[in-house]
């Protein structure tokens, strides 16, 4: 009885924190490349992360291809593996026409890859939060570096001149 008890306290305790894992989210983070980002921005909100359907119902089926859906970002979901990530599946979001296409999951097939869906509109705002977030960071070395070469020309103007 004994034996039975400590087998299933110990089943239990191995699979407790594998259901949390798993309850966790769906992805580690997600990288996104796009116009406006020099080379790309980690993402680990789980906003963007907790969800398959982030950024498209899927489920809700797919729409004929948009005529012109504008400036789109390329979306790669990644689950974390030691110190690189594996990417799990990719798709291009467009915020301000309110399209995905999604791509798939990277080698393999899924039967919502290769199409077309509606945008999740209430991820559009927080999307664009996370892009001007890194404009932002992308342009402070800049500031930075243009602060310091001023305080340097105005130093150098105010150092007293040598008569000749």
Known sequence: M?????LVLAAIALFVPVAAVIAAGEFDYIVIRGPGITGEI???NPL??????????????????????????????????????????QLHYYPYSGYVYYDGIVNGYSEYGTQWYLANPEIEEPFRA???EDARLTWIP??????????????????PKRPQ
Do not use: C, W
């Open 2 to 6: 004994k034996k039975i008890l400590f």
């Open 48 to 89: 963007f992360t907790e969800d398959i359907f982030t950024f498209a119902d899927f489920s809700e089926g797919s729409i004929n291809p948009p005529s012109d859906p504008g400036l789109g970002y390329q979306i790669v979901r990644m689950h974390a593996e030691g110190s690189k990530g594996i990417p799990y599946d």
């Open 42 to 44: 980690n993402v680990s």
């Open 130 to 132: 996370v892009l001007a």
């Open 142 to 159: 800049f500031a930075v570096l243009a602060v310091l070469l001023i305080g340097f020309f105005v130093v150098y103007q105010m150092k």
